[in-house]
T-cell receptor, first 109, second 117 residues
Framework: GQSLEQPSEVTAVEGAIVQINCTYQ??????LSWYQQHDGGAPTFLSY????GLEETGRFSSFLSRSDSYGYLLLQELQMKDSASYFC??????????FGPGTRLSVLP | AAGVIQSPRHLIKEKRETATLKCYPI?????VYWYQQGPGQDPQFLIS???????DKGSIPDRFSAQQFSDYHSELNMSSLELGDSALYFC????????????????FGAGSRLTVL
């Protein structure tokens, strides 16, 4: 089977840096993705890692270590609008994506 | 830019009734995914289609069925509805086969909120 673990909640203040970790167990793994979802909205794609290392996209960066089955999403210069749920998702060769339980990020003024 | 279109946005049904949700993927996207998301939960994968053929199946109840048509739109049919089926149903689309980088970027529709009374 497949399983992913993320912290359920993270709180930080505006301007800070926060890291959301994700560990996974899956077969046929080929990549780790991150999605952001605001309350009542649809998940939106943030970042994707197929290879080990860091991918940077503006204020967001994502890291993957395939040997450790671990990745993280790094959010810098936090803004109030970053308050949302963040999901890691594992893609595998079965044409499906399994989402983690989600981390609810609260950004405080 | 065109997005993933889902209809209806809201649907209210009684127990044991039938509901059909529709999804129109982004043009030239060949893969469609259906997800069910309950309140405060992560999206649960139901089923996916690649080039109009079912490509993978997740936690989709036997009461549910889905298909992808020749124009690539997809429909999720739900019968004998139960209270527990109340959820937000998302359709997403992507392009490329498994392992291809484009296949990892799922674009989600706004979702269809089903309420079963």
């Amino acid at each position: 089977g497949q399983s992913l673990e993320q912290p359920s909640e993270v709180t930080a203040v505006e301007g800070a840096i926060v890291q959301i970790n994700c560990t996974y167990q899956t077969s046929g793994f080929y990549g780790l993705s991150w999605y952001q979802q605001h309350d009542g909205g649809a998940p939106t794609f943030l970042s994707y890692n197929a290879l080990d290392g860091l991918e940077e996209t503006g204020r967001f960066s994502s890291f993957l270590s395939r040997s450790d089955s671990y990745g993280y999403l790094l959010l810098q210069e936090l803004q109030m609008k970053d308050s949302a749920s963040y999901f890691c998702a594992v893609g595998n060769y079965g044409q499906n994506f399994v989402f983690g339980p989600g981390t609810r990020l609260s950004v405080l003024p | 830019a065109a997005g993933v279109i889902q209809s209806p946005r809201h649907l209210i049904k009684e127990k044991r009734e039938t509901a059909t949700l529709k999804c129109y993927p982004i043009p030239r996207h060949d893969t469609v995914y259906w997800y069910q998301q309950g309140p405060g939960q992560d999206p649960q994968f139901l089923i996916s289609f690649y080039e109009k053929m079912q490509s993978d199946k997740g936690s989709i109840p036997d009461r549910f069925s889905a298909q992808q048509f020749s124009d690539y739109h997809s429909e999720l049919n739900m019968s004998s509805l139960e209270l527990g089926d109340s959820a937000l149903y998302f359709c997403a689309s992507s392009t490329g086969t498994s392992g291809y980088s484009g296949a990892n970027v799922l674009t989600f529709g706004a979702g269809s909120r089903l309420t079963v009374l």
